[in-house]
């Protein structure tokens, strides 16, 4: 099992940025792809990016391309997402999480069912 703490999030105007960080701990971070998700009220879960485990690969919901980059510090058991010309439909809840297999790469954008554990979340608010 993994536990994953979320930080970064935060109230920004439309336009703005925001790095989300998500530190890892309880096995070995380097072997497993991570992701992000987020989670607007009264909506589902939806993916945002993931990041193959060791870097490699990178994945976006095609309302992120371009805007938001992920990225990962095995070093330091974390992964980064950083979000540029924030909108206000951008506002949620951001969710990171850790793939349930090691050493994996995915033939598309990964699902909710693709990731075992997950962080608490953080709120980011975008305002218009």
């Known amino acids: 099992q993994v536990h994953l703490v979320e930080s970064g999030g935060g109230l920004v105007q439309a336009g703005g940025s925001l790095r989300l960080s998500c530190a890892a701990s309880?096995?070995?971070?380097?072997?497993?792809?991570m992701g992000w998700f987020r989670q607007a009220p009264g909506k589902e879960r939806e993916f945002v990016a993931a990041i193959s485990w060791n870097g490699g690969k990178t994945y976006y919901a095609n309302f992120v391309k371009g805007r938001f980059t992920i990225s990962r510090d095995n070093a330091k058991n974390t992964v980064y997402l950083q979000m540029n010309s924030l909108k206000p439909e951008d506002t949620g809840v951001y969710y990171c999480a850790a793939d349930r297999r090691a050493l994996r790469y995915y033939s598309g954008s990964p699902g909710l069912a693709d990731f075992g554990s997950w962080g608490q979340g953080t709120q980011v608010t975008v305002s218009s």
């Open positions: 309880g096995r070995t971070f380097s072997t497993y792809g």
